[in-house]
């Protein structure tokens, strides 16, 4: 004989403290249990956004595209690079940032490796569209 299986059932008497928000407890007439207000989270937020570094897309000349499919199993990737920033290259979290303001308006993958976005598929004439539109040159 096989064993017997246990109810994972919640009977509905039971104490429910450990539940976090209950969006009908003014309807009940409990006390809302205190949240973060707006205020603290917008604050927060803007915090985080201003510690990340923005790429300047005006500041950056010659920025090369080109399409290669060695060494991806014949698959065909549009290679982005060329970032110059003052003395070196651009932060990583503005390369990253830039990553995925071209993956949404692209509608394709993308990934950065080393200083280098690659993007999935033959994306030439969108990406470079889309660079120009933003102020950058493409050699």
């Known amino acids: 004989m096989g064993k017997r299986k246990t109810s ?3 009977a509905p008497d ?9 969006p009908f407890a003014a309807h009940f007439g409990a006390s809302p249990q205190p949240t973060d207000s707006p205020q603290n989270t917008a604050e927060s937020s803007t915090e985080a956004s201003s510690g990340t570094a923005t790429l300047d897309l005006h500041q950056q000349k010659n920025l090369h595209l080109r399409v290669e499919r060695k060494g991806r199993g014949g698959k065909t990737v549009t290679l982005l690079g060329g970032f110059k920033a003052g003395a070196g290259t651009p932060p990583k979290d503005a390369l990253e940032d830039l990553v995925g303001q ?8 993308a990934a950065l490796e080393d200083d280098t976005i690659v993007l999935q598929g033959d994306q ?3 990406a470079a569209s889309w660079l120009n539109a933003r102020g950058a040159t493409l050699r």
Do not use: Q, V
């Open 14 to 22: 039971a104490d429910a403290r450990g539940f976090g928000h209950n």
């Open 8 to 10: 994972k059932k919640i």
């Open 102 to 109: 071209l993956k949404r308006a692209l509608g394709c993958g």
């Open 124 to 126: 030439r004439e969108r």
